[in-house]
């Protein structure tokens, strides 16, 4: 039996077929972007390239699909490549371990691809690659705040400049604006965002090595990880043509 005959019981084999031919561009590998990758690859996707320059570490025991004790250390695209190959090793995988910089953007042609998806934290970065998508007429979808939010129920997929309460879709309609960006389908939150208690300085250099931050955001097993599986639903729906058919 095939492993994808589940799948084809309810969309098809034509479209189950259709899945295996496309390519995405996933950029970030941790709690929304691996539950995004475990979707992407449960269902089929044929090409994944994958972009992520940290390491995993134990803080990201919590959330992250991908983070265990014998990954800890390794790095995160490393450990994507193996799952994704664990689950099905027909599937192409470009690793990419590399924080994504507007000057880098020539190493990643977005026009090579039929879906970007962007799981990152970093505002400047999340601008570059959603406006070049758009710029490359590229279908991307973007992940909203998920950090100091415990309901996963509270998730929702909708169009980003009808959101409200998010702080960071917020920042992210303001110089989308700016750019000529007036449409961005998001996974967002209807849960207003709580103030963690605050990390002692080594548990905030260990969360985040780079800057020692103590304002590191809380987090729950679920919140990230259905956001990432919510953003690969959404993503084997545009794929397919599915969106186009519902705006119809």
């Known amino acids: ?3 994808y005959s589940r799948t084809i019981r309810l969309i098809g084999e034509e479209k189950q077929t259709l899945l295996h031919q496309k390519s995405v561009l996933l950029f970030g590998l941790g709690g929304v972007g691996g539950g995004c990758l475990e979707g992407l690859a449960r269902a089929g996707i ?3 390239t994958l972009v992520d320059n940290d390491a995993f570490a134990l803080s990201n025991l919590n959330r992250q699909i991908l983070a265990t004790h014998e990954t800890i250390g390794k790095n995160k695209v490393d450990v994507a490549e193996e799952r994704v190959k664990a689950i099905d090793p027909n599937i192409q995988v470009m690793k990419k371990k590399m924080f994504y910089l507007p000057e880098k953007k020539a190493e990643l042609p977005f026009e090579d691809y039929d879906l970007v998806i ?3 934290d970093t505002i400047s970065a999340k601008l570059d690659i959603i406006t070049e998508a758009k710029k490359q007429n590229i279908p991307v979808l973007s992940a909203m705040g998920c950090g100091n939010r415990l309901d996963p129920t509270q998730l929702r997929i909708g169009e980003l400049f009808l959101t409200s309460g998010d702080p960071l879709a917020k920042v992210m309609r303001r110089e989308l604006r700016k750019r000529g960006v007036t449409s961005l389908i998001v996974v967002y939150s ?4 709580t103030k963690p208690a605050p990390l002692a300085e080594e548990e905030a250099k260990e969360a985040s090595p780079k800057k020692g931050r103590k304002d590191v955001p809380g ?3 679920f919140v990230p990880l259905v956001a990432g599986e919510l953003l690969a639903y959404e993503a084997v729906k545009i794929l397919l043509g599915e969106e186009e058919k519902e705006k119809a």
């Open 1 to 3: 039996m095939d492993q």
């Open 46 to 48: 044929g090409k994944l």
């Open 118 to 120: 962007d799981c990152i």
């Open 190 to 193: 209807l849960e207003h965002p």
């Open 219 to 221: 987090s729950a097993p």
